[in-house]
């Protein structure tokens, strides 16, 4: 009995449908793919009025966060005039609840903020104004629902 040889055969990988499968797994991508939004600060905003009103603040209404740029924090308005370290950030929520109880809805908290601050420290400043909550006397829930954000480069 004779054996035959074998002969070596070429292995190849067939690329005639290459383009196929690269255009199926691209389709498969884009359509299984969740595309996140960015996250930032969600600010509620007022809307735009047809009639340009001035709008005008009583300087006893108005509290003062002035975030210079180390991160310190200085507090002015009527009957205070604070700087806070990152440590007394609280604070913030205890002047913004006082002074809701004495001016009620007219309250306006300005937050100025030096472009040279650290972030953080804005965040942070911004998160304590909004846990600022009280109940007035007549059982209403008070909130600083005025807030002015402002980028300085001064201080």
Same mark, same amino acid.
């Given at each position: ?28 991508? %884009?359509?299984?793919? &969740? ?10 905003? @007022? ?21 210079? @740029?180390?991160?310190?924090?200085? &507090? ?29 809805? %007219?309250? &306006? ?8 601050? @650290?972030?953080?420290?804005?965040v942070q400043a911004l998160d304590r104004i ?20 402002? @980028?300085?480069?001064?201080?």
């Open positions: 009995m004779l054996l035959r040889e074998k002969k070596d055969q070429e292995s190849e990988i067939p690329t005639a449908s290459m383009g196929d499968v690269a255009f199926l797994i691209l389709i498969f991508f %884009l359509t299984s793919t &969740v595309f996140t939004k960015d996250k930032g600060l969600k600010m509620l905003l @007022p809307e735009k009025t047809s009639t340009e009103e001035k709008v005008t603040v009583v300087k006893e209404n108005i509290v003062t966060i002035a975030i210079n @740029p180390t991160g310190e924090v200085n &507090v002015k308005t009527i009957g205070y005039n604070e700087f806070l370290t990152e440590s007394e950030f609280n604070r913030i929520t205890d002047i913004i609840e006082e002074k809701l109880l004495e001016r009620d809805t %007219l309250l &306006v908290i300005s937050l100025r903020t030096s472009k040279e601050a @650290p972030y953080n420290s804005m909004k846990l600022a909550k009280v109940t007035a006397q007549d059982g209403r829930e008070l909130r600083a629902n005025k807030i002015s954000l402002i @980028p300085t480069s001064e201080e």
